[in-house]
């Protein structure tokens, strides 16, 4: 039977990791759908794919009517026969609020009231969500590699996927991720940060990645990386690890680790492993 799966959750509780997460897994992810096109985009998603059980939809809800119409189109798919999976992402008051403060972005029920009454009243409104969910997920302590790893259990058993890998660009300036398995340091490599043109750019940028990935210390350091991880990810799967997260640091993590990175993600993606690629420090002051 297909299924289908629908993400609900608080603002600031994950969502958009949750997105990303799905579609590096081969999900088709389709974001802030308003309820009532759910139907009509299955459809559409079936007449492309021919497989409802890589859908996964998180729908927009705004207002009371539109946790409503979910609730209805959910109900009408599940007497038509469909199988639906819905997980809810919660987090507690003290850390959505911590969330919002740090990323300074404004609450999006806020209307004209506090961010603390902003999410009481958003968390009233997903009530009727949070108690339809099978599956709940707090997210205030996960790491993406833990929230990955709550999701993806969720569609059968673990040994029957492939290991899902988190490649990490970071800035030692800011300090090591506590979540790394394996770490790098690719200071070793010369720095575009001293170059004009590129010191404002990141390894996103063809012009900085090309100034990297050229070095020939870049290029023996990516076909060593490569024989060590193929030569490890079999042993790590033997021993039952199913998720492996890799920090990749230069100075301030926005040229070189970012540009390795997103190389390295590339190849292994090509690999049929579930890759995530993550980028901590790439939108923090650039210093060298």
């Given at each position: 039977?297909?299924?289908?799966?629908?993400?609900y959750?608080l603002?600031g509780?994950?969502k958009?990791?949750?997105?990303r997460?799905?579609?590096?897994?081969?999900?088709?992810v389709?974001?802030?759908?308003p309820?009532?096109?759910?139907?009509e985009s299955?459809?559409d998603?079936?007449?492309?794919d021919?497989?409802q059980?890589?859908?996964?939809i998180?729908?927009?809800?705004?207002?009371?009517?539109d946790v409503a119409?979910?609730v209805?189109?959910v109900?009408?798919?599940?007497?038509?026969?469909?199988?639906?999976?819905?997980?809810f992402l919660?987090a507690?008051?003290e850390?959505?609020?911590?969330?919002?403060?740090?990323?300074?972005?404004?609450?999006?029920a806020?209307?004209?009231?506090g961010v603390?009454?902003?999410?009481?009243?958003?968390r009233?409104?997903?009530?009727?969500?949070?108690?339809?969910?099978?599956?709940i997920?707090?997210?205030?302590?996960?790491r993406?590699s833990?929230?990955?790893?709550?999701?993806?259990?969720?569609?059968?058993?673990?040994?029957?996927?492939p290991?899902?890998?988190?490649f990490?660009s970071?800035?030692?300036k800011?300090?090591v991720?506590p979540e790394v398995?394996?770490?790098?340091?690719?200071?070793?490599?010369?720095?575009?940060?001293?170059?004009?043109?590129?010191?404002?750019?990141t390894?996103?940028?063809?012009?900085v990645?090309?100034?990297v990935?050229?070095?020939?210390e870049?290029?023996a350091?990516?076909?060593?990386?490569?024989?060590?991880?193929?030569?490890?990810?079999?042993l790590?799967?033997?021993?039952g690890k199913?998720?492996l997260?890799?920090?990749i640091?230069?100075?301030?993590?926005?040229?070189?680790?970012?540009?390795i990175?997103?190389e390295l993600?590339r190849?292994f993606?090509?690999?049929?492993l579930?890759v995530?690629?993550?980028h901590?420090d790439?939108?923090?002051?650039?210093l060298?």
């Amino acid at each position: 039977m297909s299924q289908l799966t629908l993400i609900y959750g608080l603002s600031g509780s994950g969502k958009s990791s949750a997105s990303r997460i799905l579609e590096d897994a081969g999900f088709r992810v389709l974001r802030n759908l308003p309820p009532f096109l759910i139907k009509e985009s299955l459809a559409d998603a079936q007449k492309r794919d021919g497989d409802q059980s890589r859908v996964a939809i998180l729908p927009e809800i705004a207002s009371d009517d539109d946790v409503a119409t979910t609730v209805a189109v959910v109900t009408e798919l599940l007497h038509a026969g469909l199988k639906i999976l819905e997980i809810f992402l919660e987090a507690s008051d003290e850390t959505l609020v911590k969330r919002y403060k740090e990323s300074r972005r404004p609450h999006p029920a806020k209307q004209g009231i506090g961010v603390l009454d902003s999410i009481h009243l958003e968390r009233s409104r997903f009530s009727p969500l949070h108690v339809r969910a099978q599956k709940i997920i707090a997210t205030d302590d996960l790491r993406i590699s833990q929230l990955a790893e709550a999701l993806l259990e969720s569609f059968g058993s673990v040994s029957n996927r492939p290991m899902v890998v988190t490649f990490l660009s970071f800035g030692f300036k800011h300090g090591v991720p506590p979540e790394v398995d394996l770490c790098f340091d690719v200071r070793f490599l010369r720095n575009p940060f001293f170059v004009d043109e590129l010191r404002d750019k990141t390894g996103l940028d063809s012009d900085v990645a090309i100034f990297v990935l050229e070095q020939e210390e870049a290029r023996a350091f990516i076909k060593r990386f490569i024989d060590l991880f193929e030569f490890l990810l079999p042993l790590y799967q033997r021993e039952g690890k199913t998720y492996l997260t890799v920090g990749i640091g230069c100075t301030g993590g926005q040229h070189r680790s970012v540009a390795i990175v997103d190389e390295l993600s590339r190849h292994f993606r090509d690999e049929k492993l579930n890759v995530l690629s993550i980028h901590r420090d790439i939108k923090k002051t650039a210093l060298a």
